[in-house]
T-cell receptor, first 111, second 119 residues
Framework: SQQGEEDPQALSIQEGENATMNCSYKTSINNLQWYRQNSGRGLVHLILIRSNEREKHSGRLRVTLDTSKKSSSLLITASRAADTASYFCATVPSGNTPLVFGKGTRLSVIA | GAGVSQSPSNKVTEKGKDVELRCDPISGHTALYWYRQSLGQGLEFLIYFQGNSAPDKSGLPSDRFSAERTGGSVSTLTIQRTQQEDSAVYLC?????????????????FGAGSRLTVL
């Protein structure tokens, strides 16, 4: 079963606006990761946040993690048309277990 | 190679036929994963290989599905007697050896996937 659930399922914004996507998960984790998938392609890793971290930045990406609420958010600032893609959160449950992915948020950035 | 390579990129088959999907991971990556992605859905874990350990097959949906990894490198996912519900994109990923405390631990590098259509 899916561990992470992204919200919203789909998001449409204008170029230049910020995009926020949320992820909730069920069990304790070692870390949480965000991946991006362009249509018809494989997933690309964006950013990883460990369970003892609360916020992390990478370029225009900002990720937060609230382990008490079992939730994370991904913020893309100053969005571009090229950011149009599906975004997935993935969790690593404690132990040596495979990544568990959510169903993703489909982001459309309109030029 | 520089990335994870999967073949074929597209496969159309008739119901009841067997198919083999191949994954060539990044050289030196010890772990290899297979996931399945149905249209508009998230990734469904299928099977996981880590070094010489017994594979984690807990995600395989039925005994028609099997996978092997030869020589710790190339992996083949086999689906026997394909059904229409097997239609999906099959994604392979590999990762470096590492612990949770090391940078890049558990970060996966994905191939472009094999799109399977069962008629």
């Amino acid at each position: 079963s899916q561990q992470g659930e992204e919200d919203p399922q789909a998001l449409s914004i204008q170029e230049g606006e910020n995009a926020t996507m949320n992820c909730s998960y069920k069990t304790s984790i070692n870390n949480l990761q965000w991946y991006r998938q362009n249509s018809g392609r494989g997933l690309v890793h964006l950013i990883l946040i460990r369970s003892n971290e609360r916020e992390k930045h990478s370029g225009r990406l900002r990720v937060t993690l609230d382990t008490s609420k079992k939730s994370s958010s991904l913020l893309i600032t100053a969005s571009r048309a090229a950011d149009t893609a599906s975004y997935f959160c993935a969790t690593v449950p404690s132990g040596n277990t495979p990544l568990v992915f959510g169903k993703g948020t489909r982001l459309s950035v309109i030029a | 190679g520089a990335g994870v390579s999967q073949s074929p990129s597209n496969k159309v088959t008739e119901k009841g036929k067997d198919v083999e999907l191949r994954c060539d991971p990044i050289s030196g990556h010890t772990a290899l994963y297979w996931y399945r992605q149905s249209l508009g859905q998230g990734l469904e874990f299928l099977i996981y290989f880590q070094g010489n350990s017994a594979p984690d097959k807990s995600g395989l949906p039925s005994d028609r599905f099997s996978a092997e990894r030869t020589g710790g490198s190339v992996s083949t996912l086999t689906i026997q007697r394909t059904q229409q519900e097997d239609s999906a994109v099959y994604l392979c990923a590999s990762r470096n050896r590492g612990t949770d405390k090391s940078s890049g631990a558990n970060v996966l590098t994905f191939g472009a996937g094999s799109r399977l259509t069962v008629l």
